[in-house]
Each structure stands twice: as structure tokens, then as C-alpha cells.
């Protein structure tokens, strides 16, 4: 019982990789303004599209702009909590751990996820920072658009 649980854990963690990277092309392709008739990008907002609009719907309205990068952080949580929470299923399934540790275990991986994803977040922010600190420095126009989305993220 305990090998089905872990084949279930590698799967979702190899299903999880894969959607992280799907909602990174999405992300990515978004910056070139693609055609909405080819196929892989309709394929890509069909994956991406249902998720981003469930996590917007609980995002303050100043960070709905953030919808995919809380998405992406999102799937990262659940790439690590997920597989956790099988593969303690299967321990206790096997009889390795008593059932009175299968809840610290399980708060230990939802611990473990979070943790990465403060992780990601901040060093989401410095590196928003050091972008704001360099544009500071040049000046660029305002007309950028990579600029406004800067300014945007910043100022709220």
C-alpha cells in the first residue's frame, strides 16, 4: 500500500513541475501579445486561464495584476505540500509512524511549503527593488510599458 502511495507522491509532484512550467510559458508569452488562434496558445490559456481567475477572485483589487505570480506560487506550495501528504499516507499506511504523528508530519510539509513560498515572494520583492533602484538611476520614460507594470507594482 505504502509504493502506491509513493508512485501517487511522484506523480503529483511530476504533475505539479509540469504545470509550474506551463504557467511560465503562459506568463512569458503573454509579453509578446501572441495570435489567440494558434493552438498552443490556446492550449495555454486553457490551462492557465480557470486558475488564474479562481486565485484573482481572492486578491485585493490593487493585486490582480499579480494573479499569475500568486498562480506560480500557489502550484509551488502544493509541489511540495501535496507529496509530502501522500508519502506520510503511505508511512502510515505501512505502519512506520504511529497515526498520532501524522499530523505533525502533515503540518510539517504545509510548514515546509509555506516557508518556500515566503521565500519566493521575497526574493521576488528584492529583485523588484533592485529593478526600481536602477530605473530610479536612469530615468527611463514613463511609456514604457515595463516600466508603468514596475511603478504599478511598487506604488501599491
Known sequence: MSDLFNILA??????????????ILAILITWVTPDP??????????????????V????PSSLVLLSAYCSLL?????????PGVLW???????GS???SKVPTMVAGFFLHGAG?????????????????FFLTLINPSVNNPLVRMIYMLWTR
Open 56 to 59: 484573482r477572485r481572492f486578491l
Open 116 to 132: 518556500y513560498v515566503m521565500e519566493s515572494l521575497l526574493f521576488f520583492l528584492i529583485v523588484l527593488l533592485l529593478i526600481w
Open 88 to 94: 506520510t499516507f503511505g508511512v502510515f499506511s505501512e
Open 74 to 82: 500557489l502550484v509551488l506550495f502544493l509541489q511540495i505540500f501535496v
Open 97 to 99: 509512524v504511529p497515526g
Open 37 to 54: 488562434r494558434n493552438p498552443v496558445v490556446q492550449f495555454l490559456n486553457t490551462m492557465t486561464v480557470p486558475l488564474f481567475n479562481w
Open 10 to 23: 511522484k506523480l503529483a509532484q511530476w504533475g505539479l513541475l509540469i504545470y509550474y512550467w506551463i504557467i
